[in-house]
């Protein structure tokens, strides 16, 4: 028996978060029973269990896809709205597969859609710090200034952002900052660069973690190379410990210290 919200994620559902959602929502039944409760454990090799009415299959096999989104799609499986999702780019793709994280509808770049759930909850959860690379072109020219600002923390939905790194490349017209992330906050490359005044014009994802591919073309997408899944899956362990050590520490620093 295992949490339900866990077995949806592991059947490729959606992630984790998502499934917890779907329950909250009463999109989830057990053997023809509604389940809003989030604790409800549930067996997957006996149980009729279903999501949104379709019947929820132990996968056997996972698929992990590298898509490079263009601007002008939805990072979701559907949109209330009808616009174009991420998924009507996967031609000949028949698992169900979802995309991990959020790229948003005028953003592009690189974005893994996989129905392995415990792959996408490592990737997507705060506590892992997996990093996330972003090509942003802006208005004006931010100074050194503007540039430490970003990398220390700026308030943006009344708290602030963690450490980025942050750096200005190329001139004139071709100017852009390359910041790199570590949280999954909603549009947050955007409203960073809001908070120091340099709106984003174009924003492209260029990097997950150790994952990059400068020859993918926009739109398409291809299956990813086992070394890079357990690339992956290496660097969200990694990054964890790290992450703790460097939590426990500072919680061990005398305030006078810090």
């Given amino acids: 028996m295992e949490r339900l919200q866990k077995i949806l994620s592991q ?36 149980d ?22 263009p601007r002008g799609y939805v990072t979701t499986r559907a949109d209330p709205e009808g616009r174009p999702t991420v998924v009507d780019l996967l031609r000949g793709v028949r698992e169900y597969v979802y995309p991990v994280g959020r790229l948003d509808f005028d953003s592009e770049g690189l974005l893994i859609l996989t129905n392995d759930g415990d792959l996408a909850a490592r990737l997507t959860h705060p506590s892992h710090g ?19 600002r970003l990398r220390k923390g700026v308030s943006i939905d009344g708290r602030r952002t963690a450490v980025a790194d942050v750096k200005s490349v190329g001139e004139g017209a071709k100017a852009r900052l390359v910041i790199t992330v570590r949280e999954g906050r ?3 490359v955007r409203k960073m660069c809001d908070a120091i005044g340099h709106p984003v014009t174009a924003l492209k994802r260029v990097a997950i973690g150790p994952l990059r591919d400068a020859a993918l073309k926009l739109g398409h997408w291809r299956e990813m190379l086992p070394t890079e899944v357990e690339r992956l899956k290496r660097s969200a362990v990694t990054t964890h410990t790290v992450v703790k050590a460097a939590s426990a520490a500072h919680r061990r620093t005398p305030k006078r210290e810090r």
């Fill in 11 to 46: 059947a490729g559902v959606a992630s984790r978060r998502a499934s917890e959602q779907l329950m909250l929502d009463g999109r989830v039944t057990v053997n023809g029973v509604t389940v809003r409760e989030l604790g409800t454990k549930a067996d997957a090799t006996t």
């Fill in 48 to 69: 009729d269990i279903r999501a949104d009415g379709r019947r929820v299959k132990v996968v056997t096999t996972h698929r992990y896809l590298l898509l490079n989104k």
């Fill in 130 to 148: 997996v990093a996330r690379v972003y090509e942003a072109k802006v208005l004006g020219a931010p100074d050194d200034r503007d540039l430490e």
């Fill in 186 to 188: 909603n549009r947050q």
